[in-house]
């Protein structure tokens, strides 16, 4: 019996994936950083702070301390979601179906509150979810379940009674690891990728869930 709907924000909720793509390019490679759209996509889902730990060791920069560069690089991600507002299609009506079933709903993000409060705000979402969890200040961030584990305590729900809407595999194995139903809606690069096939439901776009598909679960 579910309980509790938790949604993941960024390429879910918001096409900012691009924009954290356009970001990390950007202020990374004025450091010196040798780093492709590629490289962005293969670390759809990991923390911004760890990204940058990640270049700091294998590609080290003079100036700017770590945690400079992740702020300068959610500082552009800001500006850029408050300037174009890029919602994905089908968000409203898959909150309000979530909510018309008489789920709990929260959300659980990777991203740092200086950046889920903005978004949500841009996007007249704030009402929409009873708890808001960031993993940006855990110990551990996605794949690992802690967030999403933080997130049911804070509906007040098993986790094993949540379904998590996730749209990147490393979101997906967090919500996996946490006990708790799933349903991807992954890039379209990434549909045919195989690993997704551990969710319990894919779908091309929230525009494509329904009532049925909690039903389903």
Not at 11 to 38: C, K, T, Y
Request: glycine residues 6%; negative net charge.
């Amino acid at each position: 019996m579910l309980s509790a709907a938790i949604f993941d924000m960024d390429g879910l909720l918001v096409d900012s994936e691009p924009f954290w793509q356009r970001a990390q390019i950007d202020v990374l490679s004025e450091l010196g950083v040798s780093i492709s759209l590629q490289d962005t996509r293969d670390t759809t889902g990991v923390r911004i702070d760890e990204i940058v730990k990640y270049y700091a060791r294998t590609q080290p920069w003079q100036g700017p301390s770590n945690a400079d560069v992740q702020a300068r690089i959610v500082d552009r991600v800001v500006e850029l979601v408050k300037d174009e507002k890029p919602m994905m299609p089908g968000v409203k009506d898959a909150l309000a179906i979530c909510h018309q079933a008489g789920l709990k709903v929260g959300l659980a993000s990777s991203s740092p509150l200086t950046l889920i409060h903005p978004t949500l705000d841009a996007l007249g979402l704030s009402d929409q979810f009873a708890i808001v969890e960031s993993a940006g200040a855990l110990k551990h961030g996605k794949p690992h379940p802690e967030v999403y584990l933080n997130a049911a305590n804070a509906l007040g729900v098993e986790p094993d009674h949540c379904v998590a809407f996730e749209d990147s595999f490393t979101g997906l194995l967090a919500a996996k690891a946490a006990s708790m139903k799933t349903i991807v809606v992954p890039a379209a690069h990434e549909w045919e990728d195989p690993r997704f096939v551990i969710a319990d439901q894919k779908l091309a776009s929230l525009r494509a869930f329904s009532a049925d598909n909690l039903e389903s679960l």
